[in-house]
């Protein structure tokens, strides 16, 4: 039995469910994957976690009674586990997320539904194992015509696992999706993280009732929103860096019947651009890329939160209305909510706050695991 040291079970207390290896006395014998009992200092078990024998995260707690014993029962607690997660989903659209990883109870495990096709990541060895099987009863259970699976992801390699992305099911990666009342384009071998921003997909919808007028959609990648607002009727014009993300916007407004200006350009750029134009929009949405990506460059992100914002605000008309986000895992809101108050006071504007939104209910967090809440949004009015 592994027993973890004074330090890691004041850890474990605070609900947090990932287990260092330094919170370890001693390493057990054990397969990567392999799911074990771990004890507090005293020898009381007090839960079950993935092991690992690679990562600095040597466990990740599953919601299982630990009074399971034997490598059968535990193993049907998990699958347990996975249905658990997509009953849950029952009153989810057609284009959600299946299983979000720690926050189902299931580490590093992945599965998006795309209508007709799936897509997952195993991102731990104890989601990897059991990938066959894991398939076998998404397959069963949703007989899709596309199965990929992306473990395209570099902490894939923290755990000691290749990098790797296959079509485990299909002949072709690309499908129709439903979104809200429209049909989109995603590839789920070529497309971003699964095949799309899933994670988007309520606060798209809340972000087309809310907009009106001329609307920008900066970062606009396929057209998320700019799909919804042009959906609306309202006059979008989207700007992308990405040549082959405004190629993808385009498919998508062709085969939904809807017009989109597309600019292929950088956002900080088009943004001074239009200010020196004098051009004004009633609507702007922000979603870009995470600016900050480590903990060490929280500064210089903020400064590029506060940068874009600070623009926006000063292109919007009074009465006008900003929808900006953050997916920085590192920013936590009250951050981010900061920075878009200075830019505001910056710019000199009055901004109210509608509403303030999170990833899809299909994306839970983890309460006792503040980074997983990672996706924040502001919808701002402005005087
Ligand atoms: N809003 C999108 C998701 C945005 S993802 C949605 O609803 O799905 C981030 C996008 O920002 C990517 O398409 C990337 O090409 C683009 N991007 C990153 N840096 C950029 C920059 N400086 N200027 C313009 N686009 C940028």
Redesign the pocket.
Same mark, same amino acid.
Not at 239 to 242: E, L, P
């Given at each position: 039995m592994i027993r973890l040291t004074p330090k890691g079970y004041r850890r474990v207390c605070q609900g947090h469910p990932w287990i260092f290896r330094t919170d370890l006395q001693g390493q057990p014998e054990a397969e990567p994957g392999t799911l074990l009992p771990y004890a507090a200092p005293d020898g009381r078990v007090l839960g079950i976690g993935a092991w690992s024998a690679t990562s600095s995260i040597a466990l990740r707690a599953l919601p299982l009674d630990p009074k399971l014993s034997s490598p059968a029962e535990i193993d049907a607690g998990y699958m347990d586990l996975l249905r658990a997660a997509i009953d849950r989903r029952a009153a989810r659209p057609e284009t959600c997320r299946l299983c979000n990883a720690d926050a189902d109870g299931l580490p590093g495990l992945i599965i998006d539904r795309y209508g007709s096709g799936i897509s997952l990541q195993t991102l731990t060895y104890a989601a990897d194992i059991r990938l066959n099987k894991i398939v076998q009863y998404l397959e069963d259970r949703f007989h899709p015509e596309i199965i990929a699976l992306r473990n395209d992801v570099k902490t894939r390699e923290m755990e000691g696992l290749p990098q790797e992305k296959k079509l485990l099911k299909g002949d072709h990666s690309e499908l129709l999706s439903p979104i809200g009342d429209l049909m989109l384009y995603f590839d789920l071998m070529e497309g @971003?993280k699964t095949g /799309? #921003?899933i994670d @988007?997909t309520d606060n798209?919808l809340a972000a087309a009732a809310f907009a009106q007028g001329d609307c920008l %959609? !900066?970062? !606009?990648?396929? /057209?998320? #929103?700019?799909m919804q607002m042009a959906h609306k009727g309202l006059n979008v014009t989207a700007? %992308?860096?990405?040549a082959? *993300?405004i190629e993808r916007l385009k498919r998508n407004a062709e085969y939904n019947h809807l017009t989109v200006n597309t600019l292929e *350009?950088? $956002?900080?750029? *088009?943004l001074r651009q239009f200010e020196s134009e004098g051009r004004k929009f009633d609507t702007i $949405?922000l %979603?870009?890329?995470a600016f900050v990506k480590s903990r060490a460059a929280v500064e210089s992100g903020r400064r590029a939160y506060k940068e874009i914002n600070l623009r926006a605000f000063k292109l919007l008309r009074a009465g006008g209305r900003l929808v900006t =986000?953050s =997916?920085s895992a590192h920013m936590r809101r009250p951050d981010f909510e900061l920075t878009v108050a200075e830019a505001a006071a910056d710019a000199h504007r009055f901004a109210r706050v509608i509403d303030r939104k999170s990833a899809a209910p299909d994306h839970p967090t983890l309460l006792t695991a503040p980074e997983t809440d990672y996706l924040k949004v502001l919808m701002i009015e402005v005087s």
């Open positions: @971003q /799309g #921003f @988007q798209r %959609d !900066c970062f !606009c990648y396929d /057209g998320g #929103f700019s700007v %992308d860096s990405s082959k *993300a *350009a950088n $956002v900080f750029d *088009a $949405v %979603d870009p890329p =986000c =997916c």
